[in-house]
């Protein structure tokens, strides 16, 4: 019998120093990336206005990085907090945290190298060597032309320059741990020729991030088949919004068309569309409607192509369940 329970004492000993050492391992030596590269980037005209169409209307940093206004239709940025951070994601929306964005304005990120902020864009490090959590999601970003992430790096330099109080975030055990081993070096790739349009569409989908809220997502982790909708978003009212299908299913995209899923962007153009104030009961949704509305018309017909290519997948999504 002693002899039984001194083998029960070793082993217990045992697992918590494999555990001890495990945890050890994931806290000093992880996230093992590399150093941040030495990058210089040039800032021309040309890279400045493709990272502000990037950052505006393909990829979105000027949407997640500010404020959004939850009592307008779409939710729109509050003027004048473009870049400034503070669009909140917490555990309303099955998140194991609370997070808050930073602010990418020169303020926020004018002791950032260029090769530092192309590390953080492409695989979730920062300057300090702590990962974030894939809220930006770094992991779809890592597959990017590296042109298109100088090009916003680029951008974000020539924003003016605005203080904000951003909050620590909080992560939940055992998040904080789990968190360290996310990010791997990224796996950057040329952008494929317009000619090529569903492989460009699809580049166009991966830089925009699409299947982050088109696939359904619980409890932390996407559960469904990837871009077929479903994923739960709560509104402070309480209302309930779903993404839609977007693979070419009848109960997805279905057989509309290719002039149709255009004109599903081109009409929030807010050169002809205001959105309007939202009331208790009312339609909302997340889609920044107004911003990809100011995607190219090819690029849209790119996306279309690439959506319409997948396998269909059956799944009939209610879109809102509105707050008694």
Same mark, same amino acid.
């Given at each position: ?22 945890l050890a391992y994931i806290t000093f030596a992880l996230p093992n990336v590399g150093e941040a590269e030495e990058i210089i980037v040039e800032g021309t005209e +040309? ?45 309303? !929306? ?19 190298? #260029? ?14 060597? +702590? ?16 042109? =298109? ?25 055992? !998040? ?14 040329? !952008?494929?020729?317009?000619? =090529? ?6 580049y166009l989908v991966t830089a925009g991030a699409c299947g982050e809220c088109h696939t359904k997502f619980e409890n932390g982790a996407f559960t469904g088949p ?10 402070? #009212? ?43 009961? =009312? ?15 090819? =690029? ?10 997948? +396998? ?13």
């Amino acid at each position: 019998m002693k002899k039984l329970f001194r083998v029960l004492v070793y082993l217990i000993v045992l697992v918590i120093l494999v555990v001890g050492a495990g945890l050890a391992y994931i806290t000093f030596a992880l996230p093992n990336v590399g150093e941040a590269e030495e990058i210089i980037v040039e800032g021309t005209e +040309e890279q400045i206005a493709r990272g502000e169409y990037l950052a505006n209307h393909v990829m979105l940093c000027m949407d997640c990085h500010a404020e959004r206004d939850y009592s307008i239709f779409t939710a729109p940025p509050i003027p004048g907090s473009k870049g400034m951070g503070g669009d909140r994601f917490d555990r309303s !929306m099955g998140l194991p945290g609370v997070f808050v964005s930073p602010n990418i304005t020169p303020e926020g990120i004018s002791d950032w190298t #260029d090769g530092e902020l192309f590390r953080l864009i492409t695989t979730g490090v920062r300057k300090d060597g +702590e990962p974030i959590f894939p809220v930006m999601p770094y992991q779809k970003y890592r597959e990017l032309d590296p042109e =298109d992430i100088k090009a916003v790096i680029a951008y974000l330099r020539t924003l003016e320059p605005k203080k904000s109080e951003i909050p620590e975030r909080e992560l939940d055990f055992p !998040m904080n741990f789990i968190l360290r081993t996310i990010p791997v070096k990224a796996e950057l790739k040329p !952008m494929p020729p317009k000619t =090529d349009t569903i492989k460009y569409g699809g580049y166009l989908v991966t830089a925009g991030a699409c299947g982050e809220c088109h696939t359904k997502f619980e409890n932390g982790a996407f559960t469904g088949p990837y871009l077929a909708g479903g994923r739960e978003f709560q509104f402070p #009212d309480g209302s309930i919004l779903r993404s839609p299908n977007l693979t070419p299913h009848e109960t997805g995209l279905g057989n509309k068309k290719k002039s149709e899923f255009v004109a599903l962007f081109k009409n929030y153009d807010p050169a002809h569309f205001k959105p309007g104030a939202i009331k208790q009961g =009312d339609f909302q949704t997340i889609m920044p409607w107004t911003m990809y509305a100011g995607m190219d018309t090819t =690029d849209l017909e790119a996306i279309y192509a690439f959506l319409t290519s997948l +396998e269909p997948v059956e799944n009939k999504v209610e879109k809102i369940t509105l707050a008694e």
